[in-house]
Structures are given as structure tokens and as C-alpha cells.
């Protein structure tokens, strides 16, 4: 069973910074694609920022282009999510996510994404 605990969200002031990490169960996903949704109050679920097994491939929602860098480290298990340059249109609950397979698909779809985090509420103020 995979299991994925995101952590490092909290409460910004526009311009801030955040970083999340997310820790994968102990089989994991170092040769699987890794991902990031959020979703808004009343809003879909949205992708964020993907990552294939081995790094060599990254892609970004243009919303978040420029401000946020996904990584990874598979010897820890772990994908972050560094979000520089915060705006109040990030506020929402960010979700970590992988998939059986090397490759992220493009676009980023959340069905295709089998495991799936609890969450982690970013909040950023004006």
C-alpha cells in the first residue's frame, strides 16, 4: 500500500514563501512520476507541478511557472514543492500524488493519479 503524508503548509502573507514536502511509504515511488494538485473552495481539483522518476522531466501549471520548483530526493522518499512569490489565488489545499509509472502524462489529469495524499492547507492573505 502506498501512503503519502504532505506537510509545510500553513499561512503566508502575499510575496511569501512556502515549502512542501511529501513523504512516501517506504516502497516508493523513486521510479514513478510524482505530482502536485491543489484544489480551491468550490473549485476542481487543479494540477500544479509534475516530476517523471528521474527528474529529468518537470512541468508546471502556467499559473504557477516562474514561482513554484518541484524536486525530489528518492533516497529520502521524498518530492517537495518550493512556492516562492505567493499570491492570495494559491490559497487552497495541496495534494501530493504518484502513479504506477515512470512518466508523468501530460496534461495533467487527476485520474490519472492512483495514490493520493490527505492534503495540506496553504492560505495566503492580501
Known amino acids: 500500500q502506498v501512503q503519502l503524508v504532505e506537510s509545510g503548509g500553513g499561512s503566508v502573507q502575499a510575496g511569501g514563501s512556502l515549502r512542501l514536502s511529501c513523504a512516501a511509504s517506504?516502497?516508493?515511488?523513486?521510479?514513478?512520476?510524482m505530482a502536485w494538485f491543489r484544489q480551491a473552495p468550490g473549485k476542481e481539483r487543479e494540477g500544479v507541478a509534475t516530476?517523471?522518476?528521474?527528474?529529468?522531466?518537470?512541468n508546471y501549471a502556467d499559473s504557477v511557472k516562474g514561482r513554484f520548483t518541484i524536486s525530489r530526493d528518492n533516497d529520502k522518499n521524498t518530492v517537495s514543492l518550493q512556492m516562492n512569490n505567493l499570491k492570495p489565488e494559491d490559497t487552497a489545499m495541496y495534494y501530493c500524488a504518484t502513479r504506477d509509472g515512470a512518466g508523468c502524462p501530460t496534461p495533467q489529469r487527476e485520474y490519472d493519479y492512483k495514490y493520493w495524499g490527505q492534503g495540506t492547507q496553504v492560505t495566503v492573505s492580501s
Open positions: 517506504r516502497y516508493m515511488r523513486s521510479n514513478h512520476c
Open positions: 516530476i517523471s522518476a528521474s527528474s529529468t522531466w518537470k
